[in-house]
Nanobody
Framework: QVQLVESGGGLVQAGGSLRLSCAFS????????MGWFRQAPGKEREFVAAISRSGESTTYADSVKGRFIISRDNAKNTAYLQMNSLKPEDTAVYYC?????????????????WGQGTQVTVSS
């Protein structure tokens, strides 16, 4: 069974940066595509960024493109989300996700494994 544990969330001022980490365990991480989703109060969970199991392919939501970078280190069983130029509208609970598939995954309905989430709050 896959287990995902996020860390790195917190409170930051607008324009600042945070790096989220997602520790993967339970299966061979190299078999899983990984991604980040977020959910703000009163809103549905939305796609943020995804990376293929090899790390060669990435994709981003338009709202974060050019500001966020997703990466992974399979040797460390960890995925990352570097968030730069943060805006108040980035405030949400951020969830790490995994799916046993080669390519990127952007549909939350397909995800089979979720982390518990980490809060990111951006003050104006």
């Amino acid at each position: 069974q896959v287990q995902l544990v996020e860390s790195g969330g917190g409170l930051v001022q607008a324009g600042g940066s945070l790096r989220l980490s997602c520790a993967f365990s339970g299966r061979a991480v190299s078999s899983y595509a990984m991604g980040w989703f977020r959910q703000a109060p009163g809103k549905e969970r939305e796609f943020v960024a995804a990376i293929s199991r090899s790390g060669e392919s990435t994709t981003y939501a338009d709202s974060v493109k050019g500001r966020f970078i997703i990466s992974r280190d399979n040797a460390k069983n960890t995925a990352y989300l570097q968030m730069n130029s943060l805006k108040p509208e980035d405030t949400a609970v951020y969830y790490c996700a995994a799916l046993k598939i080669a390519t990127v995954v952007t549909d939350a309905g397909l995800i089979t494994s979720w982390g518990q989430g980490t809060q990111v709050t951006v003050s104006s």
